[in-house]
C-alpha cells in the first residue's frame, strides 16, 4: 500500500475530528448548550468530519460511495450550522432552531450528519471488522436523539463510541488493513491498465 500526503490526510482525520468533536460535546455537557467556547470548538469538529467524510468516500464504491457524497455534504453544511447557531444563541440573538421560514432548513442540514455516519458504516462492511461497522450504525441513530433533545452524557458517550470506531479503522488504514483496494483500486490511487 502506497501512502501518499493526501491518503496520510485523510486516514488521519479519522482520529483528530472525532476527538476534537469529543472536546465540544464535553464542554457543552457541561458549561451549557450555548456556550461559545464549545461552539468553535464545535465548528473546528464539524470541520474536522467534512475531511472524514471524504476519507469514507474513498473507501467506498458506487452508488453507495455517491450518495455518501451527496448525503455527507448536506450533513457538514448542517453541522457546522448547528455550531454558528450556538455562537448566535450565546450572543443573545435569535436560535435558528425555533424560529420560521428560511430558518428551518437547519434542521433537515442537521440530519444529514447522523445520516452521514450511517452511510459510512455502510461503506465500512466487509472493511472494518463487524463490531465496528455495529457501534457506528448504533452512533448514527444515537446522535441525533443526544443532540436533539440536549442529552449531555450521551452526546459525549455516542463521540466516546465514534473516537473508539474511528480510531479502529485510522488504525486498519495504517496497518494497510481494511484497504479498499480490494473493491476499487481507483479509490486508494492505483492506476488499472486499460
Do not use: C, E
Amino acid at each position: 500500500m502506497t501512502s501518499t500526503p493526501l491518503d496520510r490526510t485523510l486516514t488521519a482525520s479519522l482520529t483528530v475530528a472525532p476527538a476534537v468533536y469529543l472536546i465540544a460535546d464535553l464542554l457543552y455537557a457541561t458549561r451549557g448548550w450555548n456556550d461559545p467556547s464549545a461552539a468553535v470548538v464545535h465548528i473546528l469538529g464539524a470541520v474536522g468530519y467534512t475531511v472524514v467524510l471524504m476519507r469514507l468516500v474513498t473507501l467506498g464504491t458506487g452508488v453507495l460511495a455517491s450518495v455518501l457524497l451527496v448525503a455527507g455534504a448536506f450533513g457538514a453544511a448542517g453541522n457546522v450550522a448547528y455550531g454558528f447557531n450556538s455562537i448566535h444563541v450565546s450572543l443573545g440573538d435569535t436560535d435558528l432552531v425555533d424560529a420560521a421560514g428560511a430558518a428551518v432548513l437547519i434542521k433537515p442540514l442537521g440530519l444529514f450528519f447522523p445520516l452521514t455516519l450511517l452511510l459510512g458504516a455502510a461503506v465500512l462492511r466487509g472493511l472494518a471488522p463487524a463490531w465496528v461497522v455495529g457501534l457506528l450504525a448504533v452512533s448514527a441513530l444515537a446522535w441525533p436523539v443526544a443532540h436533539i433533545a440536549n442529552i449531555g452524557w450521551l452526546a459525549v458517550l455516542v463521540n466516546v463510541v465514534l473516537v473508539v470506531v474511528f480510531g479502529v479503522v485510522a488504525a486498519g488504514r495504517r496497518r494497510g488493513t481494511g484497504d479498499a483496494t480490494r473493491r476499487n483500486p481507483v479509490a486508494s490511487g492505483s492506476t488499472v491498465a486499460g
